[in-house]
């Protein structure tokens, strides 16, 4: 009966995941500390998602941050929410959690949101905003403009 009851959950696990699909996107842009909105520095982000359904993606990211003459490269668990509001421009909810590592590691959260531009059944444009919070440097503001694509 359990050998059952584990074939049942992993075969319709493998259907929900077949179903469902991946992601990519990449967005660039800038982030500034929150003290020094004009001190802009460069911020490219890139993740692979799970599609739980069209609203909900889990994934992992990277990327890269300049601070000054300092790299950071985080590596982060992320949520994406698309809000059921709109026809081909959706408002989104984003929230990241991690590490960066390079020249200064330390802990790192993202909260932000944005818009979704539907390019087609299969491609969006995306417009971010958000707070962005390191353990050491504190707090800082990012923008960032990108392309998600999904499979």
Known sequence: MRLRSVFLIFALGFSSIHASGIALDASLGAIS??????????????????KFDQ?????????????????????????????????????????????????DPQY????GGGFDIKN?????ILLL??????????GHIYARAGLLLEF
């Open 33 to 50: 500390p929150r003290s020094s909105l004009t001190d802009a520095n460069l911020d490219f982000a890139g993740h692979l998602w799970y």
């Open 55 to 103: 609203m909900l993606f889990l994934g992992v990211g990277s990327g890269i941050q300049t601070m000054g003459s300092d790299r950071h490269f985080p590596l982060l668990g992320s949520l994406e929410l698309r809000l059921p509001f709109g026809g081909q421009v959706l408002p989104i909810a984003t929230g990241d959690i991690g590490a960066n590592i390079g020249d």
């Open 108 to 111: 790192v959260w993202r909260a």
């Open 120 to 124: 087609g059944d299969r491609t969006s």
């Open 129 to 138: 905003a958000g707070y962005q919070s390191f353990h050491k440097l504190g």
